[in-house]
């Protein structure tokens, strides 16, 4: 009996995600550059199950049903080209080519484009939820061929987590289809910018928690746990709890054990990268990423703390105000982390004409993934009210957290500075409420200056939109200005 799909890279995502279909009753082949780890996931975890066992991209092939369906989870990069190289000779027309990894949605839309001018189709699909999502149902945000979609939606919509909806439906899948060529990589890509956001934001709570509130672990834990009855549930804030709680062998928390030094894969950069490109003010997520980087220098931090000693550290009088305060600053800050992530969204759809549904979108990210909370469901209602809505700061519901969390936001902002407790990411959601918030900017002088070393020109405010002016501010520059003008 042919397969119902395949799948290519046995790491623990890959052998999960095959765990996981067989489950729905989907037999799957399986194959991997290693032959040795196709016998011992056959021998071993996937041993009585419906799952076939490939040593060739030929037998791999063979074994499929047409059109033949190959999920490929290696290495983003050149593991992928390869993959697809090795399939293109042994695939026929109408066969389907399905990269799961987190791959850059620049190559992405080439590999689309590529795998398709030889006949075939390409899905590149985001797959969030880590080993444990990847078994038990993931979010599946797909992108690519859009006319294979039907052909693989009832094995992803399988697989996937479900919810359920706050129109009534029950088990909803986190997964639809997302938009063309690399739409489906680029939604995971900035779900990963603000998971990244997400982490950070916790992390900056904690340390404020410990170093200025002087709280233990177990006390955090607790915090943490109450905050995840609440406005804040997620499955960030649930581990959180855990991992504070967690002790070593010998009865100590073992996060204080941790050298803190944070690793990353690169997702969280292109996240940047790209707001770069698209003009979008990232500023939390790009503190994220920026934080992680600093936390690698661990040595030259140990060398310059023996140096600079910052100030002395002031408790808060109210423990229990103090810690409501954190609680909606971390929920604002969280607000600006999303809305900004649905800005970049927004533009890179126009760039490249995707339709994407904003609402959808948080559904998909309602369970299974990283990021997943209940939060979410309040952006989808956001966007099922308003879908062209500007900023997701401008819907009712949110405008009425931040307006509430305002005060909470200032006061966490100045007692982290003035203990001398970094804290980018929840300054920096901060200063971008400020900045949105503001009607006139100090861009004006930046203009002025711009002009002045550069005949950049500038627009007048008693002048129409779209007219430039240039001033010899020197009385030597003359009257040659350039001829671009940015915003």
């Known amino acids: 009996m042919d397969a119902d ?11 999960n995600l095959v765990l996981n279909m067989e489950s729905k009753g989907f037999h799957v082949a399986v194959y991997n550059r290693t032959a040795a780890k196709v016998d011992r996931f056959v021998r071993g975890r996937g041993a009585g199950k419906n799952i076939t066992g490939c040593h060739s991209p030929a037998e791999f092939a063979r074994s499929l049903s047409k059109p033949r369906k190959a ?43 590529y795998v398709e001018s030889k006949g075939l189709f390409y899905i590149g699909t985001g797959v969030s939820g880590g080993e444990e999502g990847a078994l038990t149902g993931p979010s599946i945000m797909p992108g690519g061929s859009f006319a294979a979609w039907p052909l693989v939606k009832p094995v992803f919509q399988a697989i996937a987590a479900k919810v359920d909806s706050d129109q009534g439906s029950f088990g909803v899948p986190c997964c639809d289809w997302v938009g063309e060529n690399g739409a ?11 998971e990244y956001g997400d982490m950070q934001l916790i992390c900056e709570t904690y ?107 002031t408790k808060p009088a109210d423990t229990k ?14 607000v600006v982390s999303y809305a900004q992530g649905y800005l970049l969204m927004r533009e890179a759809a126009k760039e490249y ?35 062209d809505l500007e900023n997701l700061l401008l819907d009712p519901f949110f405008t009425s957290i931040i307006e509430d969390a305002e005060g909470s936001w200032r006061r966490v902002v100045v007692a982290a500075v003035s203990n001398g407790i970094p804290a980018p990411a929840l300054s920096a959601s901060l200063a971008y409420f400020d900045g949105y918030r503001s009607e006139r900017l100090p861009a ?18 008693d002048k129409p939109r779209g007219e430039f002016f240039h001033t010899d501010w020197t009385g030597h520059g003359g009257n040659t200005s350039a001829t671009t003008y940015t915003v």
Request: glycine share 10%; with cysteine.
């Open 5 to 15: 799909i395949g799948l290519i890279g046995l790491a623990v995502m890959g052998e």
């Open 71 to 113: 999920f490929i989870m290696v290495k983003a990069g050149q593991a992928v080209d390869d993959t697809i190289e090795q399939l293109l000779p042994v695939f026929e027309k109408g066969d389907i080519i399905i990269d799961g990894g987190n791959s850059n949605y620049d190559d992405t839309i080439r590999r689309t484009a």
């Open 184 to 194: 489906g990589h680029f939604v995971k890509m900035v779900h990963n910018g603000i």
């Open 207 to 313: 340390d404020i928690m410990k170093n200025v509130l002087g709280l233990s672990s177990e006390a955090m834990g607790d915090v943490f746990e109450e905050w995840n009855k609440g406005e804040l549930s997620s499955y960030l804030i649930e581990i959180t709890r855990d991992i504070l709680r967690y002790k070593d062998t010998d009865g100590r928390p073992l996060a204080e054990k941790i050298l803190d030094t944070a690793g990353q894969k690169g997702t969280g950069k292109w996240t940047g990268i790209a707001a770069l490109e698209f003009g979008v003010p990232l500023t939390l997520i790009g503190e994220a990423v920026f934080s992680r980087c600093l936390s690698a220098a661990k040595d030259e931090r140990v060398r310059a703390s023996k140096v600079f000693s910052g100030p002395a550290r």
């Open 321 to 334: 105000a103090f810690l409501a305060d954190l609680r909606k600053a971390l929920y604002a800050a969280k």
């Open 353 to 387: 004409k995707w339709n994407l549904n904003n609402g959808g979108i948080a559904l998909m990210w309602r369970g299974g993934c990283i990021i997943r909370s209940t939060f979410l469901g309040k952006i989808k209602e956001a966007f099922d009210k308003k879908p």
């Open 444 to 461: 004006n002088l930046l203009q002025a200056q711009r002009d002045y070393f550069g005949a950049h020109t500038y627009e007048r405010v």
